[in-house]
């Protein structure tokens, strides 16, 4: 099966985890495991046939040395998706700023003209029906953020009995204090316990002051940011760079992921980008001078595929050196990048 079958079956509910061997004659290998036991090696006989007991306990997120080898271990999740439970004046920043941050994002409201705006403003699904039969649709999982912003407390009342109960990430609605606490007696009343009511974010957001619909929006992403950051998991593989992956038409191209981090540099380790030798970006590791350079060192290893399958390559860029500072560039610290050609 391929690596790209095999994370798009993966259990979302179970813990998934993927490790790749960054250097020597094993470099590229990779291993998945899923639950503390390996699904699936690019190589049945290869690296992780010999250390995958070793590699299973690495900490997420680092390069650990395995069997005298680098190996990246990293915690892998599914698509990040955000459902927004009314589609309001509150709602069009969120739903801007949620794809901007690259998120899925599906918008729910009973009036067409509302939901129509909210795929104006670039929500990725509009659901026009009531809450209760929107979100009956919706199964939920650890990576899906519910936001509830409905226009009275009977439809936040029916939408949080909707997604209480349902896998997710992070559950908060909008309100007063007297509308929270009307609201959380109502779901005590359902028999929903103490502390999954507390579990919800109400009133939703960080608490910065905001008053406008677009501060409103910010401190409610701002709180998702802290929660989802917390977790400290990516993607495995961004949905635009599986598409990308997965077209037809997208020829041979490299794929960088950032395996380490020092100091100030703006994107963490397990962030992907995508140089396709038609010279098409797909997302971003942190943009200026040193991904260029990695675009650049990409382009390199794609003229040079002509030649037949390029190992992989570990790049080092340093961005705290004189020559950085001449280009002006005020985040310091290195990074090392993995380019696979897939």
């Known amino acids: ?49 010999l250390y995958a007991s070793e590699a299973i306990p690495a900490e997420d997120g680092t390069l650990t040395v395995i069997g005298g080898e680098r ?22 920043p969120v739903i801007e700023i949620a ?7 599906t918008a729910i409201d009973d009036r067409p003209q509302f939901v129509q705006n909210a795929m104006d403003h670039g929500a990725d699904e ?31 009342s029916e939408c949080l009995l909707s ?15 007297r509308k929270v606490g009307l609201v959380k007696q109502m779901l005590a009343d359902n028999g929903i316990p103490h502390d999954v009511i507390e579990s919800v974010h109400t009133p939703i957001g960080l608490d910065i002051g ?16 802290e929660i989802k950051n917390k977790t400290r998991k990516s993607s495995g593989i961004p949905a635009e760079i599986m598409k990308a992956l997965m077209s037809a038409e997208r020829g041979p191209a490299v794929l960088a ?46 003229a040079a595929n002509k030649n037949g399958p390029l190992r992989p390559v570990m790049m080092h860029v340093d961005m705290t050196g004189k020559q950085i500072a001449d280009e002006g560039m005020i985040c310091g610290g290195a990074v090392e990048v993995l380019l696979e050609e897939v």
């Open 257 to 302: 992921t950032i395996v380490s981090k020092k100091g100030s540099s703006p994107r963490s380790a397990g962030t992907r980008m995508l140089i396709s030798e038609d010279g098409r970006i797909t997302e971003t590791i942190g943009g200026g001078l040193a991904e260029a350079r990695i675009i650049e060192r990409a382009g390199e290893m794609l």
């Open 1 to 49: 099966m391929r690596f790209y079958d095999v994370i798009s079956e993966l259990n979302i509910n179970l813990e998934n985890r993927m490790f790749t061997v960054c250097d020597g004659d094993h470099a590229g290998e990779k291993m998945i495991v899923s639950a503390g036991e390996p699904v699936w090696m690019s190589d049945e006989s290869g690296f992780f046939s």
């Open 126 to 156: 509009g659901i026009c029906s009531g809450f209760e039969e929107a979100l009956a649709g919706i199964p939920g999982d650890p990576d899906t953020f519910f936001i509830i912003v409905t226009r009275g407390h009977m439809s936040d």
């Open 163 to 177: 997604t209480v109960n349902k896998p997710h990430a992070y559950i908060g609605m909008i309100g007063s204090r």
């Open 210 to 225: 905001a008053e406008t619909p677009e501060e409103i929006a910010v401190a409610i992403l701002a709180e998702i940011i």
């Open 71 to 92: 190996v990246f271990a990293e915690l892998i999740g599914n698509e990040k998706k955000i459902v927004i439970c009314g589609a309001g004046h509150v709602s069009m």
């Open 99 to 105: 794809k901007m941050m690259g998120f899925h994002v």
